[in-house]
């Protein structure tokens, strides 16, 4: 798993695969910036993480043909909503992940952004997790995500208890 220290292009790029994304399917979505490289100064893998709000299910099907022949491809192990991938060389460059208006407001991934950006002390704690979680995953211990979960679950659950909202698993991988 290779974390990388922050770039500062990662804003530029997720402006870039959000107008992909706009131009291909509805230039009214609401996109944001989710994921660690929305954290500024926080390593990451290189890879730019999305959040599309469509008003339905259906609404996405009716445009993931059009993202598909933008070069967004169906794909992930996330079983709580469609998710498309965007590479190049054969790699991943970028994740959008499309929720539906009913859920935005309680999205995690939202909530777990903007917990950080606004609680420095647990950003770096988050960080600490990601690297142990990346030595754990090289050493073949355990995967990636499972090997952070635990904190990051921790954190949202204070995310969501500080809107007023209720615990919800975050591991949502198949």
């Known amino acids: 798993m290779l974390l990388v220290p922050y770039d500062p292009s990662w804003p530029q790029r997720f402006e870039e695969f959000a107008s992909s994304i706009r131009t291909a399917a509805a230039d009214d979505w609401i996109i944001e910036h989710i994921g660690s490289t929305a954290i ?83 950003a770096e704690r988050y960080e600490r997790a990601k690297h142990e979680a990346a030595r754990a995953a090289a050493e073949g211990r355990s995967s990636y995500n499972a090997e952070k979960t635990a904190v990051i679950q921790e954190i949202v659950d204070r995310a969501r208890a500080a809107r007023g909202l209720g615990a919800v698993d975050v591991y949502d991988k198949r």
């Open 40 to 122: 500024p100064g926080m390593s990451a893998k290189p890879i730019i993480d999305l959040a599309v709000r469509v008003e339905t299910g259906e609404q996405f099907d009716a445009h993931r043909s059009a993202l598909e022949t933008a070069g967004w491809r169906l794909g992930s192990g996330v079983r709580t909503h469609p998710v498309m991938i965007a590479e190049s060389t054969g790699e991943r460059v970028a994740i959008a992940h499309f929720f539906r208006a009913e859920e935005w407001d309680a999205v995690s991934q939202r909530l777990l952004r903007d917990w950080l950006c606004a609680h420095p002390a647990d």
